[in-house]
C-alpha cells in the first residue's frame, strides 16, 4: 500500500512558480509511475503531468508544456512538480498518484494511490 502526501502549494501571483513535492511511504517507489494531476470545482479532474520508473519518460498535455516539468527522487521517494510562469487557468487543486505500470501517461483509473491533494491559486 502505497501513501501519498503533497506539499508546495499555495498563492501565487501570475507570472511566478511554485514547486509541488509528493512523498511516497509503504511501496517500491522505483516501481512505480508517478503523475500529477488538478481539478477545478465543477470540472472533471485533468492530468497536468508525468513520469515513468526511471525518469526517461515524461509526459506534459499541451496546456502545461514548457512550463511545467516533474522530476523524481527515487532516493528520497519524492515526485516534483516545478511550475513556473504560472496562469490564472493553472489554479486548481493538484493531486499526485502513482501506478504500478510503467508509464508517463496514464487516464485516472491507472493510478491505484492517490494523495490528498494541494491548493495552488494563482491570483494577483
Known amino acids: 500500500q502505497v501513501q501519498l502526501v503533497e506539499s508546495g502549494g499555495g498563492l501565487v501571483q501570475p507570472g511566478g512558480s511554485l514547486r509541488l513535492s509528493c512523498a511516497a511511504s509503504?511501496?517500491?517507489?522505483?516501481?512505480?509511475?508517478m503523475g500529477w494531476f488538478r481539478q477545478v470545482p465543477g470540472k472533471e479532474r485533468e492530468f497536468a503531468a508525468g513520469?515513468?520508473?526511471?525518469?526517461?519518460?515524461?509526459y506534459y498535455p499541451d496546456s502545461v508544456k514548457g512550463r511545467f516539468t516533474v522530476s523524481r527522487d527515487n532516493v528520497k521517494n519524492t515526485v516534483y512538480l516545478q511550475m513556473n510562469s504560472l496562469k490564472p487557468e493553472d489554479t486548481a487543486v493538484y493531486y499526485c498518484?502513482?501506478?504500478?505500470?510503467?508509464?508517463?501517461?496514464?487516464?485516472?483509473?491507472?493510478?491505484?494511490?492517490w494523495g490528498q491533494g494541494t491548493q495552488v491559486t494563482v491570483s494577483s
Open positions: 498518484a502513482a501506478s504500478r505500470r510503467n508509464l508517463a501517461y496514464g487516464a485516472e483509473n491507472e493510478y491505484g494511490y
Open positions: 513520469i515513468a520508473w526511471s525518469s526517461a519518460g515524461t
Open positions: 509503504g511501496g517500491t517507489f522505483s516501481r512505480h509511475s
